[in-house]
């Protein structure tokens, strides 16, 4: 697999720097319309995994994904996940910290998605920032990306469950769709190398956030995600080549 995951690296760089210079001609259009195109670079990054890497998915749960903007807090095992959401779920904007886009390429790319980019320097203060940028992207249209652990997580492990999401839901009064996966045994954390097969990807059912304060959201999404974790171990099918790839 070394060979298919050096092609897909380099694949992705030469379709990258190129498609982000044109990403960067559309900011004059509206965010949803520059969401639109810029997404196009995940979707055949997925398609070009799977050619490559022969990495593919099934989704548990789709009927849960509701039409109205919601707030997707999910497990973050992997990149996988940033290029699959975009498929997978309605337009969306990440929250996710500053410095991520003034990284060359990706990063500039990142800033026409309109995300919800937090300055973590101001402490207690981003909150208020979360949440005013936060509501400006739900009146237009947008459902929000939070991973709760804050970072990548390598699968069987559990992080800090942070209580931002939750608290940003049950200010907004928007509700949660739990997400969990393994994408993390495909695509490690920190690796290049990849291994071929079907990631899962479950979604819950949605979680009304209007009527609990931001501790038991953030408890029972945490209960939800982790239950699920377990079961999405056993749905974990690696597809191994009978010889080793040269």
């Not at 800090?160 to 490690?188: C, D, E, M, R």
């Not at 999404?221 to 377990?230: Q, V």
Request: proline residues 7%; glycine residues 6%.
């Amino acid at each position: 697999m070394l060979i298919r995951s050096i092609l897909f690296q380099l694949g992705m760089w030469i379709f990258t720097v190129p498609f982000t210079m044109l990403s960067i001609l559309t900011f004059p259009a509206p965010p949803m319309y520059r969401y639109k195109f810029i997404s196009l670079w995940a979707k055949t990054m997925l398609v070009w995994l799977k050619w490559t890497c022969n990495i593919t998915f099934r989704i548990k749960g789709h009927e849960n994904i509701p039409k109205a903007p919601f707030l997707i807090l999910s497990k973050h095992q992997s990149a996988w996940e940033t290029l699959a959401f975009q498929k997978i779920f309605p337009p969306q904007v990440w929250v996710m910290k500053r410095e991520l886009l003034f990284v060359p390429f990706f990063g500039w790319g990142l800033a026409m998605t309109s995300p919800i980019a937090i300055d973590r320097s101001l402490g207690k203060k981003s909150l208020a920032q979360m949440l005013q940028q936060g509501l400006d992207r739900i009146r237009k249209g947008f459902c929000i990306v939070i991973f709760p652990e804050g970072t990548r997580i390598k699968p069987k492990e559990i992080g800090k469950y942070h209580i931002g999401g939750a608290w940003l839901a049950s200010q907004t009064k928007i509700p949660i769709l739990p997400v969990a996966h393994n994408a993390g045994f495909f695509w490690p954390k920190n690796s290049i190398i990849k291994t071929s097969g079907v990631i899962t990807v479950s979604i819950g059912k949605v979680i009304v956030s209007n009527k609990l304060k931001a501790d038991k959201l953030n408890q029972i999404t945490k209960d939800w995600i982790e239950k699920e974790m377990i079961k999405t171990v056993s749905y974990t099918h690696l597809t191994l080549p009978t010889t080793p790839y040269v």
